[in-house]
């Protein structure tokens, strides 16, 4: 293999990491007669106007769906005074699109929606769900599209015909109701058992016309393996990536991969198998990425480095001062599930250790060399050396 081969490779590896892409997607699914008949029919009701959430409401409304979407305060009010504008973020000018969502103040306004979605991450995941709950009781079919297996905890406590979404892009919302996105999908639903085929037919054609769609049948396996993808996020947010210029790129090249090699090595000890995501790298690519040196890529990977936007997570805890995170759903699962099946996970542990101590009001960003430097500490100390 050439020189010059390797490094594309690895630029894509470092791209479709960050889930940028160069925005070509997949086209959607054509669908028959009788099933689009079928989703006009079917009401569908987007809990959270996030990013994702925002996205998928838009391009499944302007696709003919009947399609309601619900938040709280000034998200609320920009649906209501500016719909849902979507562009791809190479190509913002020749993909700039306005749908008009309809948006209800209340779960009830929109009582006989036929799938509930839940956009929300896990920290609001439980409250959302509950509110479903006692607005619809157990009679729609709820789709989750929260990072993890926490939901997977949540929800069957709650409902009994329940969908995952496994989310294979990145999105951003901008004020006042901006979604910026690097390709359109995959999204990827199933249940833990296979269950459910018929409702998933359903979801499935409703979605799939605004959005690539695939029915899977490894669902854990293709939940875990985008929870080794998301590792990234908790990094990004410590050293501020997107938000100020890196204290040093090769240390955090260098701690990227380690994080997310740990990942791979973890999943597979506890029993999953890669699953491939469109626009993710392959585990064989993240070995590949690993053992080489890191100057034989560096120079394309700084090239590409102003393609890629800000972690969500780096928005909540950098830009918003927020203290509600997925620290603990991704990285902590991560670590939790290292403990367990005893592989050593010492970047993620200390990602994971440096995220509870500093996520909070009033966090700056730390170098990179300081989140190296709390790797080398041992398992449960703090960064300042106490225990």
Same mark, same amino acid.
């Given at each position: 293999? /050439?020189? %010059?081969? @390797?490094?594309?490779?690895?630029?894509?590896?470092?791209?479709?990491?960050?889930?940028?892409?160069?925005?070509?997607?997949?086209?959607?699914? @054509?669908?028959? *007669?009788?099933?689009?008949?079928?989703?006009?029919? %079917?009401?569908?009701?987007?809990?959270?106007?996030?990013?994702?959430?925002?996205?998928?409401?838009?391009?499944?409304?302007?696709? /003919?769906?009947?399609?309601?979407?619900?938040? !709280?305060?000034? @998200? +609320?009010?920009? $649906?209501?005074?500016?719909?849902?504008?979507?562009?791809?973020?190479?190509?913002?000018?020749?993909?700039?699109?306005? @749908?008009? !969502?309809?948006?209800?103040?209340?779960?009830?306004?929109? /009582?006989?929606?036929?799938?509930?979605? $839940?956009?929300?991450?896990?920290?609001?995941?439980?409250?959302?769900?509950?509110?479903?709950?006692?607005?619809?009781?157990?009679?729609?079919?709820?789709?989750?599209?929260?990072?993890?297996?926490?939901?997977?905890?949540?929800?069957?406590?709650?409902?009994?015909?329940?969908?995952?979404?496994?989310?294979?892009?990145?999105?951003?919302?901008?004020?006042?109701?901006?979604?910026?996105? +690097?390709?359109?999908?995959?999204?990827?639903? /199933?249940? *833990?058992?296979?269950?459910?085929?018929?409702?998933?037919?359903?979801?499935?054609?409703?979605?799939?016309?605004?959005?690539?769609?695939?029915?899977?049948?490894?669902?854990?396996?293709?939940?875990?393996?985008?929870?080794?993808?998301?590792?990234?996020?908790?990094?990004?947010?410590?050293?501020?990536?997107?938000?100020? %210029?890196?204290?040093?790129?090769?240390?955090?090249?260098? !701690?990227? $991969?380690?994080?997310?090699?740990?990942?791979?090595?973890?999943?597979?000890?506890?029993?999953?198998?890669?699953?491939?995501?469109?626009?993710? *790298?392959?585990?064989?690519?993240?070995?590949?990425?690993?053992?080489?040196?890191?100057?034989?890529?560096?120079?394309?990977?700084?090239?590409?480095?102003?393609?890629?936007?800000?972690?969500?997570?780096?928005?909540?805890?950098?830009?918003?001062?927020?203290?509600?995170?997925e620290l603990d759903s991704i990285t902590g699962y991560l670590v939790r599930?290292?403990?367990?099946?005893?592989?050593?996970?010492?970047?993620?542990?200390?990602?994971?250790?440096?995220?509870?101590?500093?996520?909070?009001?009033?966090?700056? *960003?730390?170098?990179?060399?300081?989140?190296?430097?709390? !790797?080398?500490?041992?398992?449960?100390?703090?960064?300042?050396?106490?225990?």
């Amino acid at each position: 293999m /050439g020189a %010059t081969n @390797v490094r594309g490779q690895l630029v894509d590896f470092w791209i479709s990491c960050h889930n940028v892409t160069d925005g070509s997607g997949q086209a959607a699914r @054509v669908a028959s *007669p009788e099933q689009q008949a079928r989703m006009s029919e %079917t009401k569908i009701l987007f809990v959270g106007a996030g990013a994702v959430g925002a996205s998928v409401a838009a391009w499944t409304a302007a696709a /003919g769906a009947d399609v309601a979407i619900v938040d !709280v305060g000034d @998200v +609320q009010a920009a $649906l209501r005074a500016c719909g849902i504008t979507t562009y791809q973020v190479d190509r913002p000018d020749s993909t700039r699109r306005s @749908v008009a !969502v309809r948006a209800v103040d209340r779960l009830a306004d929109f /009582g006989d929606a036929e799938i509930v979605v $839940l956009a929300v991450k896990n920290y609001n995941l439980v409250d959302a769900a509950k509110r479903v709950r006692e607005a619809f009781g157990d009679r729609p079919i709820i789709v989750s599209m929260a990072n993890g297996v926490e939901n997977q905890q949540v929800l069957p406590k709650l409902f009994s015909r329940v969908i995952y979404c496994v989310v294979g892009y990145n999105a951003r919302r901008d004020p006042p109701m901006m979604i910026g996105y +690097q390709k359109k999908g995959p999204l990827l639903i /199933g249940t *833990p058992d296979n269950s459910l085929s018929s409702e998933m037919r359903l979801v499935q054609t409703v979605l799939a016309r605004g959005c690539p769609t695939d029915i899977v049948d490894r669902l854990q396996d293709a939940v875990h393996t985008k929870i080794v993808m998301n590792l990234t996020n908790a990094l990004d947010a410590l050293v501020g990536r997107g938000y100020h %210029t890196l204290s040093s790129f090769p240390v955090y090249q260098h !701690v990227l $991969l380690q994080t997310l090699w740990e990942g791979v090595e973890v999943i597979r000890a506890a029993g999953y198998r890669e699953f491939a995501i469109a626009g993710m *790298p392959s585990f064989t690519l993240l070995t590949l990425a690993r053992l080489l040196p890191g100057w034989m890529i560096r120079p394309i990977f700084r090239q590409k480095l102003r393609l890629m936007v800000m972690a969500s997570m780096t928005q909540d805890v950098v830009l918003r001062g927020g203290v509600n995170t997925e620290l603990d759903s991704i990285t902590g699962y991560l670590v939790r599930l290292a403990t367990k099946v005893g592989v050593a996970a010492p970047y993620n542990q200390a990602i994971y250790r440096l995220g509870k101590e500093k996520f909070h009001p009033g966090f700056r *960003p730390l170098r990179c060399e300081d989140v190296f430097a709390a !790797v080398q500490q041992p398992a449960g100390a703090c960064p300042d050396g106490s225990t």
